[in-house]
Structures are given as C-alpha cells and as structure tokens.
C-alpha cells in the first residue's frame, strides 16, 4: 500500500509540474 501511495503522490506532482509547465509556455 506504501508503494502506491507515493505512486500516487508522485503521479499527482508530475501532473503539477505538467499544468505549471503549460502555464508558463
């Protein structure tokens, strides 16, 4: 369960990263 919680966590900030990164272009 550890395992997909930071799967998770870490899908959901390059999901961030991804909306923040087309804001700035």
């Known amino acids: 369960m550890a395992i ?3 799967q998770q966590v870490v899908r959901l900030q390059v999901t961030v ?5 087309m804001q700035v272009l």
């Open 17 to 21: 990263d991804h909306i923040h990164g």
């Open 4 to 6: 997909t919680r930071d």
